[in-house]
């Protein structure tokens, strides 16, 4: 006898929506979280003590009225009116110990031929530094795009398929393009969390099949359910799967992890002397992107998130950075934060690899969803929530 409709692995944004989806449509849902929190990804780092009311992102920092399967949601949970829109500063590029304005950096007479480069051209097979290399020229690309599009999905971006970057999408433009709400991007998760079944503290640790289902085991115990929904990173995906489904266990290990070194630091403003700025581009730095809170300023505060490329410097060499780069001395480095985030390091060909996984699921009650599938960004992953949710449906109970 299953306890559960569906059971999903993961609170993080692609578990929270398939469970919103779930749930709405009045299946016994429930979401097994390893962490005490939802989001993550969504981790919005909330400051105590004389901070009290700061926070800091140290995971995804931009939404966009593009996202529409994320609006939706929020307009569900009747949580629009809880948007804010984000300051409008510009990023600049951090290089050999200098800030620079990104004008400053291309080579216009490359980019003239660039809208006659892009007649016919287009992203499938290519990966981001053919395609835009292509477009932008060679200079404008090592100069330029790769330093921006690496801090975009924090890993290097050369070899990412091009089509899994920036994804066309319609805008809503009765919000703000940009935006965010009090307490950072985490309170999206929470928003949704609200309606749906959490448990928190419980990480699975195998899965199998049953005639009737799906039985899951945590440290706590057991539990059953007709239909099993995985929205975990992907390398846990294929950890969970390898006993039960090898062979989708074996598509999702070709998918590479990279891994980020994220530090946040909080700054009172009258020590800082750099102007306001969405964030700075590192070009040959040990860190892809140092993301500024200045998007939604603080009357006493200012933070920063510097994403560090994985093992090029220690704790001592990232603080000794982050001092350089804001041009504080070293001992006024103290309300500071850590977290390793990981991404997938999607390749070419990714779209093939993803067919023959929908193949294998088709016909099973067993559903994954995440960040793995046609791009890494907040909207990839409600969008595979939606069309695996519509894909279960088709399956029925
Ligand atoms: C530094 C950084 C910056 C980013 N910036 C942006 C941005 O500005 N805009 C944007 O659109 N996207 C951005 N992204 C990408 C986006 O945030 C992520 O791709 C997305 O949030 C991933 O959501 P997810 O639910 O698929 O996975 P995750 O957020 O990783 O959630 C997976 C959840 O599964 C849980 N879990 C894992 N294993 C188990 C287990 N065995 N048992 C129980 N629970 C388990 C984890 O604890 C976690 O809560 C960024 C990502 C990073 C890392």
């Given at each position: 006898m299953a306890d559960y409709d569906l059971l999903i692995i993961g609170a993080g944004i692609s578990g929270l929506s398939m469970a919103h989806y779930a749930t709405r449509a009045g299946l016994n849902t429930l979401i097994l979280e390893q962490e005490r929190q939802v989001?993550?990804?969504l981790h919005s780092?909330?400051?105590?003590?004389?901070?009290d009311g700061f926070w800091l992102e140290l995971g995804a920092h931009s939404v966009f009225n593009s996202y529409g399967n994320l609006l939706a949601m929020l307009e569900a949970a009747r949580a629009l009116d809880r948007l804010r829109p984000r300051a409008k500063v510009g990023f600049r590029l951090y290089t050999a110990g200098a800030i620079r304005s990104i004008p400053s950096q291309l080579h216009f007479s490359e980019l003239l031929l660039a809208p006659f480069r892009l007649l016919g051209l287009k992203k499938t097979g290519r990966s981001v530094a053919d395609y835009f290399g292509r477009i932008v020229g060679p200079h404008n690309y090592a100069t330029v795009l790769e330093p921006a599009f690496n801090a975009v999905i924090c890993q290097p971006a050369g070899e990412f398929p091009a089509e899994c970057l920036f994804n066309a999408r319609p805008r809503r433009k009765d919000f703000p393009r940009s935006f965010t709400l009090a307490g950072g991007l985490q309170t999206i998760a929470e928003v949704l969390a609200n309606d749906l079944l959490?448990?928190?503290?419980?990480t699975v640790r195998a899965i199998q099949q049953a005639s009737d289902g799906f039985i899951i085991d945590t440290?706590?115990?057991?539990?059953?359910?007709?239909?099993?929904c995985l929205a975990t990173p992907v390398?846990?995906?294929a950890r969970l799967l390898q006993g039960g489904f090898p062979e989708l266990a074996a598509a999702l290990a070709q998918i590479q992890t990279a891994m980020v070194e994220s530090v946040g630091i909080a700054v009172p403003k009258t020590q800082l002397k750099l102007s306001p700025v969405a964030g700075l581009i590192g070009r040959n730095e040990a860190f892809y992107s140092a993301v500024s809170r200045d998007t939604v300023p603080d009357s006493a505060w200012r933070g920063f998130t510097f994403?560090?490329?994985?093992?090029?410097?220690?704790?001592?060499?990232?603080?000794a950075c982050i001092a350089q780069v804001l041009g504080l001395p070293r001992q006024e480095l103290t309300n500071i934060i850590i977290k390793t985030n990981q991404l997938p390091a999607l390749r070419v060909g990714q779209g093939d690899l993803i067919g023959a996984v929908d193949r294998a699921l088709?016909?099973?009650r067993l559903a994954l969803t995440g960040n793995y599938f046609t791009g890494v960004a907040i909207e990839d992953c409600a969008?595979?929530?939606?069309?695996?949710?519509?894909?279960l449906q088709r399956e029925g109970w």
């Amino acid at each position: 006898m299953a306890d559960y409709d569906l059971l999903i692995i993961g609170a993080g944004i692609s578990g929270l929506s398939m469970a919103h989806y779930a749930t709405r449509a009045g299946l016994n849902t429930l979401i097994l979280e390893q962490e005490r929190q939802v989001g993550g990804c969504l981790h919005s780092h909330r400051f105590g003590g004389e901070l009290d009311g700061f926070w800091l992102e140290l995971g995804a920092h931009s939404v966009f009225n593009s996202y529409g399967n994320l609006l939706a949601m929020l307009e569900a949970a009747r949580a629009l009116d809880r948007l804010r829109p984000r300051a409008k500063v510009g990023f600049r590029l951090y290089t050999a110990g200098a800030i620079r304005s990104i004008p400053s950096q291309l080579h216009f007479s490359e980019l003239l031929l660039a809208p006659f480069r892009l007649l016919g051209l287009k992203k499938t097979g290519r990966s981001v530094a053919d395609y835009f290399g292509r477009i932008v020229g060679p200079h404008n690309y090592a100069t330029v795009l790769e330093p921006a599009f690496n801090a975009v999905i924090c890993q290097p971006a050369g070899e990412f398929p091009a089509e899994c970057l920036f994804n066309a999408r319609p805008r809503r433009k009765d919000f703000p393009r940009s935006f965010t709400l009090a307490g950072g991007l985490q309170t999206i998760a929470e928003v949704l969390a609200n309606d749906l079944l959490v448990q928190y503290g419980q990480t699975v640790r195998a899965i199998q099949q049953a005639s009737d289902g799906f039985i899951i085991d945590t440290a706590d115990g057991e539990y059953r359910a007709h239909a099993l929904c995985l929205a975990t990173p992907v390398a846990d995906a294929a950890r969970l799967l390898q006993g039960g489904f090898p062979e989708l266990a074996a598509a999702l290990a070709q998918i590479q992890t990279a891994m980020v070194e994220s530090v946040g630091i909080a700054v009172p403003k009258t020590q800082l002397k750099l102007s306001p700025v969405a964030g700075l581009i590192g070009r040959n730095e040990a860190f892809y992107s140092a993301v500024s809170r200045d998007t939604v300023p603080d009357s006493a505060w200012r933070g920063f998130t510097f994403h560090f490329r994985p093992g090029v410097l220690d704790e001592a060499g990232k603080r000794a950075c982050i001092a350089q780069v804001l041009g504080l001395p070293r001992q006024e480095l103290t309300n500071i934060i850590i977290k390793t985030n990981q991404l997938p390091a999607l390749r070419v060909g990714q779209g093939d690899l993803i067919g023959a996984v929908d193949r294998a699921l088709a016909g099973t009650r067993l559903a994954l969803t995440g960040n793995y599938f046609t791009g890494v960004a907040i909207e990839d992953c409600a969008t595979r929530s939606r069309i695996e949710w519509e894909r279960l449906q088709r399956e029925g109970w």
